[in-house]
């Protein structure tokens, strides 16, 4: 997969993700929200490392 397909899936992940947490609690938003920056942050990090 190319790293243009796989931005895309990304985007559409998160899109659906962020669809679902708008009928959640604030509370429970956030707590998702965190851990879908900690996991994307992982990725990218990874990606950055094995790029260098």
Do not use: K, W, Y
């Not at 243009?4 to 707590?31: I, K, N, S, W, Y």
Request: proline residues 2%; glycine residues 8%.
């Amino acid at each position: 997969m190319s790293s243009d397909a796989m931005v895309r899936e990304l985007t559409a992940d998160v899109a659906h993700f962020c669809a679902h947490t708008r009928t959640l609690a604030p509370g429970q938003r956030l707590r998702l929200i965190t851990e879908l920056r900690n996991g994307l942050e992982r990725v990218t990090g990874q990606a950055l490392d094995e790029g260098m």
